[in-house]
């Protein structure tokens, strides 16, 4: 006879929650958690800072914990990766990514000259996370690194996190499509932790979770996000 606790984790609960939300809330707490570490280790100089460019890979670190819990808990009590987030681009999973991405940027666009209306030369000078890799270094080895940080990796931790573990989660208790659309976009742009930009960020957000609302699959808002991270990568080579 199976336990009550195997017979909950088969319906997808455990511990009386969903697997995908807890798997959210463990991973966005484990990134915060980090980056208070290592941005305490770094005030303090227990992190050396004479050479920036390894600091690429470290600023990911914390990242990476956003996209390892989902991964984990769908192999763990899910279907896996594939089956429950759908991680196998189609033909039309990368159509739809590149429309959103390119409507992402649009939104970005529009937005952001909104948003210098309001704050005017003071939101021209908040350094994006974009300056502030391409300040780093000049050597152009760690810059095709933080390309690919910027193009592939977050894209697949963030998409993970927020349009695979969240929107599980939520789905499973049913939530309207639309409001899981916008409440994945509001803490997508939250996490970001630009508070001038959150308005920006929020319209980015829809756009990239629309790939997700369209096809069902995380493959194809992470094409949407990486399309939409693209041309900031390329603007890091223009000081090399």
Sequence with gaps: MEDEGSMSARDGLVFGAHWALLAFIASLGAYYALSLLLSGLAFHGSIGLSDLGPLVLLAFVPN???GLGPVLASRRWGRGVRAEFGLRP?????????????????AAYVLNLVLLQVYGDDY??????????RDMTSDLAWLVLAALVVVVAAPLTEELLFRGALWTGLEHYRVPP???LVLTALLFAQVHGEPERTLALLGQGIAIGAARLITGRVSASMIAHATNNLPPALLLFGAA
Aim: proline share 0%; glycine share 12%; charged share 20%.
């Design 64 to 66: 990476l914990l956003l």
């Design 178 to 180: 639309w409001a899981i």
């Design 124 to 133: 021209l000078s908040d350094d994006s996370t974009t300056d502030v890799l």
């Design 90 to 106: 189609t033909g039309r999973d990368v159509r739809v990514g590149l429309a959103c991405g390119g409507f992402s940027l649009l």
